[in-house]
């Protein structure tokens, strides 16, 4: 018992050897490995590295105009060139082909714009046709008004007359020859007025042959070669068709102020007893000013309108008249049916006029007709009506002719609105029209592009370079057509080349203009001693900022690919350590430090976490505030430790 | 069936006196959530009372293998007090066997206020001697060393008063009868004292292993550093968290001296009652 009690004990404690050992094992396996270091002074070196490539500061680029073929390329990409080498030429035969074609193409342009300026001319001249056109139409409105107005007028009061006898001669013997009298005196008037019409058309339509005649005689010169007609002879021609379309003229407006005039004297001394609706007067206000004096004679007869109604009219129809004179002496001679056709239709409207009139007239001189007639009827057959029944029926007639005055004048306003509205549309501005100057600059490029062709015509085809250079681009080939823009580009040696690199934002902190700089190349000597030129936003990209740094002539080519490196140092701080002592947490820095404690395994080292303030850092050290003293700074670990862990110096 | 009926009964309160026993076992196999329910209103100050059971929800061994393999500091202790207990225990055989086989068999003046002075040295507690031994120790030298705690318990009485009455028990005639044929005094000790005297001896040594392996009181007054700790000590170390470990180890700690107990029981037994004869 007592044996077997000591091996039990002997082999507890053989296993508890072992795993004394295990544990042990297993203990070093699971801890920390750290490096340490001590905080020292230092100063943090910013060095800056960004690569980039090489371009020349100035560029030249080499152009022909586009489309000529490449004969021969006489340089490549990287080649040194001097000035008035030769860099590319191109084939003749088909520059000519393009001079020729270029000639072809000015003297199209050439017709096209002398067509294009014609028609623009005749454009122009129907515009001022049409717009005479709306004037006379809008003057033989304001007549038809005015003639319809006046018509209905005078029939009222012609109405008003008769009333006024019949009044005044019922009580009396000799009424029944008083009332005879009047009607006989209003009867030859009307025939005297019809005469009249008549013969002012007859003259008109005289007028117009002659008008045609002369056209005709004009167009048969013109044929015939023989237009040596002395300038004084056709100057004489054209007064005489003047004098004769203003008779013409003064003529119809001679017959409109008889009647309007009779018409007037009547209305001075009717005017208490009939006031005209002053609502007619108010559309004619919102015609043209310029039209307003002619539209008053439509609403206020009584008020002048025998000269104010006829002296505007005239002043526009002799206007007009002249316009349409004025193409038959001026403008080159016209197809005689044209020409017929034209004059006729011109002066359409003075005949619709007079016939207007005539009728008009007809119609007065016929009812003045019935009237005599009835009454002669009346007093023959014995059976007179009663004086009260006759009174009845006049008044009766006289609202009648009341109300057709009304029409009539509201007719002729809205016609006279139309004709204005017209005469509006037809004096409406037009749009610009450029396309004469536009042909003439399009000419001038021709021309120009057509020197250019001759020159190079002249060089044989020889693009030559400008500058003494380096050739960094070339956009041409070898039996390609040139392109629409740089055919050579090259660089000019005389301004030397610079080195453009992109930093980060973070890294132009520490980069600015003045500061020392270096620059090397693989396979070239480094470049000491250079300095920063510019430091500006990034043109490529936004984030980015770009980093010029003139280069020595001779030195790096356009094209390399080359790397700038710049350093700054900082004042000397008194506590750094390495940047991979840093950790972060929520945006605050720690280090750790090593700290020695008391344990039954002995002294152990353990990770004691410590706040710190980072005054400045780069890539591999970092300046912190105030001091750590003798502290061993955890550097490196191959675990993860955090506050408290046990660790072990690695050797 | 009387005698069946007597060990029932007295079956009982024996298992009443295993139940410590019983428990750490169950709590060495405890998982730590388990061990939170059931101790954590005293372990962690929470409300409500603590709670065992004799056999656990989930059983499981990691507490084991953390101790075996994630413990060091455990092993550390432990060989401590493996040094502490062995160097006590051979001072006393170095010193403890001679000083009582003086006292028994040789006749000397101031003999009776010699052992006398050892049985009041033996009836002092610690306490009484802890202000002294410090001094001692210091002036010595010994504060925070093995041999502070081992020397004063190598020269301790209580072992020397134990063999004393094993060697007081030899007849003097074997002793005078090894004389006459020549036997010197070292022939007869070794001859003839420490055979006839073994049963005192490892009564003693068994019931010295079982003071000085649970010795706390003196490792914690003279050892400052922890690594010279024994495993008395590792107890009140551990927290909440590791109270698993905290069974195992006790587990651990109760083998040895079980073994030894098992081992020395029918000497330790002699030895009791040795002491409890009156001379």
């Not at chain 1, 000591?6 to 070093?28: E, I, K, P, V, Y």
């Not at chain 1, 489309?67 to 000035?83: C, M, N, P, R, Y």
């Not at chain 1, 009304?406 to 139309?418: K, V, Y």
């Amino acid at each position: 018992m007592r044996k077997k009690m000591a091996g039990m004990l002997a082999g507890f404690l053989a296993l508890m050897l072992a795993f004394t050992l295990l544990s042990r094992a297993a203990d070093a396996v699971t801890i920390a490995r750290v490096s340490v270091q001590r905080a020292q002074q230092g100063r943090i070196v910013h060095r800056v590295s960004a690569s980039g490539t090489v371009t020349p500061n100035r560029e030249q680029a080499v152009s022909v105009l586009a489309g000529q073929t490449v004969k021969t390329i006489f340089v490549e990409e990287g080649q040194q060139v001097s000035a008035g080498e030769v860099l590319f030429c191109i084939d003749t035969g088909n520059l000519q082909e393009q001079i020729l074609e270029k000639k072809r193409e000015l003297q199209i342009a050439d017709l096209q714009a002398k067509d294009r300026k014609s028609g623009i001319e005749a454009q122009a001249q129907k515009d001022a046709i049409n717009k005479n056109r709306a004037a006379e139409d809008y003057n033989a409105a304001a007549g038809r008004g005015n003639t319809a107005v006046g018509r209905a007028w005078q029939e009222l009061q012609a109405a008003r007359k008769k009333l006024k006898l019949l009044e005044s001669g019922a009580g009396s013997a000799d009424a029944g020859d008083s009332v005879l009298g009047v009607l006989q005196e209003a009867c030859r008037e009307k025939q005297l007025e019809y005469e009249q019409a008549l013969a002012h058309k007859k003259e008109l339509e005289k007028l117009i042959d002659e008008e045609v005649e002369r056209a005709l005689g004009q167009y048969g010169e013109s044929v015939s070669g023989q237009s040596g007609e002395s300038a004084s002879a056709r100057a004489d021609e054209n007064a005489r068709t003047e004098t004769a379309m203003l008779v013409i003229r003064e003529r119809a407006a001679h017959l409109l102020a008889i009647e309007t005039e009779t018409a007037s004297a009547e209305a001075q001394t009717e005017t208490t007893e009939l006031q005209l609706p002053e609502t007619l007067a108010a559309p004619e206000q919102t015609q043209q000013p310029q039209e307003s004096e002619t539209a008053n004679t439509a609403t206020e007869p009584e008020a002048e309108s025998s000269e104010a109604m006829p002296e505007p009219a005239q002043t526009e129809a002799q206007a007009d008249q002249e316009l349409i004179l004025g193409d038959g002496t001026e403008a080159p001679a016209e197809d005689p049916y044209l020409a017929e056709q034209r004059i006729r239709l011109e002066n359409q409207p003075l005949l619709e006029e007079a016939d207007r009139l005539i009728l008009a007239k007809k119609q007065e001189k016929e009812e003045a007709d019935a009237a005599l007639s009835e009454y002669l009827a009346a007093s023959a057959s014995g059976a007179q009506a009663d004086a009260q029944e006759m009174l009845g029926q006049i008044e009766a007639e006289i609202r009648v002719k009341e109300q057709a005055y009304e029409d009539a004048l509201t007719a002729a306003n809205d016609s006279l609105r139309a004709a204005g509205r017209a005469l509006e549309d037809a004096g409406a501005p037009k749009g610009s029209d450029s396309t004469v100057e536009i042909d003439e600059l399009t000419r001038e490029q021709q021309e120009l592009q057509l020197e250019k062709l001759e020159a190079l015509l002249g060089e044989n085809g020889e693009v030559r370079s400008p500058i003494d250079g380096l050739v960094t681009k070339l956009n041409i080939s070898t039996g390609e057509r040139t392109p629409d823009g740089t055919a050579v580009l090259l660089s000019d040696k005389a301004a030397g080349n610079k080195i453009v690199v992109q930093v980060t934002e973070e890294q132009s902190r520490y980069i600015a203009h003045g500061d020392e700089a270096g620059v090397y190349a693989e396979g070239k000597e480094k470049l000491q001693g250079l300095a920063v030129d510019s430091v500006r936003a990034g043109t490529e990209d936004a984030a980015m900022l770009d980093v010029t740094v003139q280069l020595p002539a001779d030195t790096l080519e356009a094209g390399m690919y080359a790397t700038v490196e710049t350093e700054r140092r900082s004042d000397i701080y008194d506590c750094c350590v390495p940047v991979q002592a840093l950790n972060e947490e929520s945006g605050k820095y720690f280090v750790y430090i090593l700290a020695e404690s008391s344990s039954v395994l002995g002294t152990e080292l353990t990770a004691q976490r410590k706040d710190v303030t980072v005054l400045d850092k780069n890539e591999s050290l970092a300046a912190l505030e105030g001091s750590l003293g003798d502290s061993r700074v955890i550097v490196a670990s191959d675990r993860l430790i955090s506050q408290g862990s046990r660790v072990r110096l690695e050797e | 069936m009387k005698q069946k009926i007597t060990g029932l009964l007295l079956l009982m309160p024996a298992m009443l006196c295993c139940s410590p026993i019983i428990f750490l076992i169950a709590g060495s196999l405890m998982d730590a959530g388990e061990l939170r329910t059931c101790l954590g209103p005293v372990l962690t100050g929470g409300e409500g009372y603590v709670s065992w059971h004799m056999l656990p929800v989930f059983p499981t061994l990691q507490n084991y293998v953390e101790l075996s393999l994630d413990t060091p500091q455990f092993f550390v202790m432990f060989w401590n007090s493996v040094k502490l207990t062995a160097g006590v225990l051979l001072g006393q055989m170095v010193v403890g066997v001679p000083a009582a086989w003086g006292l028994a068999r040789f006749s000397f003046p101031l003999k009776k206020v010699f052992y006398t002075l050892y049985v009041l040295l033996m009836m002092m507690p610690f306490q009484v001697r802890m202000l002294s031994d410090y001094l001692v120790l210091d002036g010595l030298h010994l504060l925070d060393t093995h041999a502070g705690i081992i020397l004063p318990a190598a020269f301790s009485t209580f072992p020397v008063f134990l063999m004393y009455r094993f060697f007081t028990g030899i007849p003097e005639a074997v002793l005078e009868a090894a004389r006459i044929d020549g036997a010197g005094h070292v022939r007869i000790f070794f001859s003839i004292g420490l055979p006839l005297g073994a049963g005192g001896i490892v009564s003693a040594l068994v019931l010295d292993f079982l003071e000085y392996w649970n010795l706390i009181e003196q490792p914690l007054t003279f050892l400052k550093d922890k690594t010279l700790w024994p495993l008395s000590l590792f107890l009140p170390n551990i927290s909440m968290q590791k109270a698993g470990i905290a069974f195992v180890s006790s587990l651990a700690a109760l083998v040895p001296a079980m073994l030894i107990f098992l081992g020395g029981q029918e000497y330790l037994e002699q030895g009791i009652a040795s002491a409890a004869v009156k001379e």
